[in-house]
């Protein structure tokens, strides 16, 4: 009856973490069904990304796998995400992940940090998989002598406590380059200045697979992704390498998040420490280097289809599904 409740107000027919870990990677395998839009199952396992509503747990003598993709305990006390969202990850995910640390025999988590903590938590070890993204890449065409220049900020929903150090970034550079083009989410809260801005340009498509077919036309050469310093945030994916390389840009990145240890400072990206002075600076001698800049793009796309490898998912699922 909960879970049905709970379905009813929070189901939603899309889930980047279920596209992003498993499906993308599944869709040529046989022997898995989709029982609702985060819960698996085939003969042998059900597997839970997130929470499973929308579908009853009939294990059936079959074991349970549990993937999850944040800090969950951080972000539900993170005043700086929104009230409602926070209400839904208490409620909702928050219930999946009690049920699930202390009956699933397979953990599942999406950067190291997660991985250690969920390994404290359950006293159990858990097991770390990788995104992978089955769009096509940027053809870094925005780049040209005649595209516009350009500087985007791909935060989710899920970065609203990082907005204002977004956003004084972005205004440092708009007041350094007043003709350069801002891009961004539509549902984003946009400060006074930006809201009249007249070279912002929104990004429509905020459901998730709108948004995946919008992002290798974003056309940035520059794209920003500074954070604050916190347990949620040091808890991140890489899911943002691999991102910003699809939508072919020159990446930024802070030095306290631990994926930016895969960046090439100089070479696929630079990781910089929290000054929005210096991110500014930095992004407008890209904007201004634009041969600099195309190369650090293709840096960053090198290194995004390196870590973007469908293999290492499929074997992983097949092993613990029990897939042919």
């Not at 961004?184 to 697979?209: F, Q, V």
């Not at 190369?295 to 995004?304: F, S």
Request: proline share 6%.
């Amino acid at each position: 009856m909960l879970n049905h409740l709970l379905s009813r107000a929070f189901l939603r027919p899309y889930s980047a973490a279920a596209d992003l870990y498993f499906t993308n990677a599944m869709q040529d395998v046989a022997g898995w069904r989709r029982l609702s839009t985060t819960v698996f199952d085939s003969d042998a396992a059900v597997l839970v990304i997130r929470n499973h509503l929308g579908a009853r747990l009939d294990l059936a003598g079959r074991h349970l796998i549990y993937l999850i993709d944040d800090d969950l305990a951080a972000a539900i006390r993170d005043p700086g995400l929104a009230a409602g969202y926070r209400f839904r990850l208490a409620v909702v995910e928050g219930l999946t992940a009690r049920r699930a640390l202390g009956k699933s025999p397979i953990l599942v988590a999406t950067s190291a940090p997660l991985c250690a903590d969920l390994a404290r938590r359950s006293g159990r070890a858990v097991d770390r998989l990788w995104p992978y993204w089955s769009d096509a890449f940027s053809t870094l065409d925005h780049f040209g002598p005649d595209a516009p220049p350009r500087v985007g900020y791909l935060g989710s929903k899920t970065h609203r406590g990082d907005l204002p150090l977004a956003m004084e970034v972005l205004r440092l550079i708009a007041d350094a380059r007043p003709g350069v083009e801002i891009v961004l989410a539509a549902n984003h809260e946009r400060p006074d200045w930006l809201a009249s801005y007249p070279h912002l340009r929104l990004i429509e498509a905020t459901r998730w697979g709108d948004y995946r077919q919008a992002v290798s036309r974003i056309g940035c050469q520059v794209l920003i992704y500074p954070m604050r310093d916190n347990r949620l945030n040091r808890a991140r994916s890489p899911n943002k390498l691999i991102e910003h390389g699809i939508a072919g840009g020159a990446a930024l990145y802070p030095t306290h998040w631990p994926e930016a240890a895969e960046v090439e400072h100089g070479a696929s990206g630079l990781v910089l420490p929290d000054d929005p002075e210096r991110w500014a600076a930095e992004a407008v001698a890209l904007l201004d280097d634009r041969s600099r800049a195309r190369n650090m793009a293709e840096g960053g796309q090198a290194l995004a289809r390196r870590l973007n490898d469908p293999q290492p998912l499929r074997a992983y699922w097949r092993e613990k599904m029990g897939l042919s």
